[in-house]
């Protein structure tokens, strides 16, 4: 798809992330920029986040895909449980990702196993 920055980014990526059993925690909502420079700061800094990320221990599933609205983005996360979760938010919190869209409207829920 073409978006707001002027780049072709090819489709979305399915979402296909499993519900949580047992001890895990998924988390699912959206990022929302609020304008082309949000959207270069998702842009820039996506790809090093989502490699960390999945790079985690106890991180099971990742995916942040842009929707039909390229300044709207799906987020889609499953971790083992609550210690990985925890660990993921710590390192998130000091990355470059954090300080780059630290503006960007965020919406999203935690879930946990039934």
């Keep these: 798809m073409t978006c707001a920055c002027g780049r072709h980014h090819g489709p979305s990526a399915g979402h296909g992330r499993p519900a949580p059993i047992g001890d895990q925690i998924a988390l699912s909502g959206q990022l ?3 304008d082309a ?3 270069m700061a998702v842009l ?6 989502v490699a960390a990320s999945r ?3 106890g991180c099971l599933h990742f995916d942040i895909a842009q929707t039909d609205d390229p300044l ?13 979760l925890k660990a993921h938010k710590a390192r998130t919190m000091a990355s470059a990702w954090a300080a780059a869209t630290a503006g960007i409207a965020r919406d999203i829920h935690r879930i946990d196993a039934a």
Excluded: I, K, S
């Design 32 to 34: 929302r920029c609020a």
């Design 37 to 39: 420079a949000q959207l």
């Design 44 to 49: 820039t800094h996506l790809p090093d986040h």
């Design 55 to 57: 790079a985690e221990a």
């Design 72 to 84: 709207v983005w799906q987020v889609e996360e499953l971790f083992t449980g609550d210690a990985a």
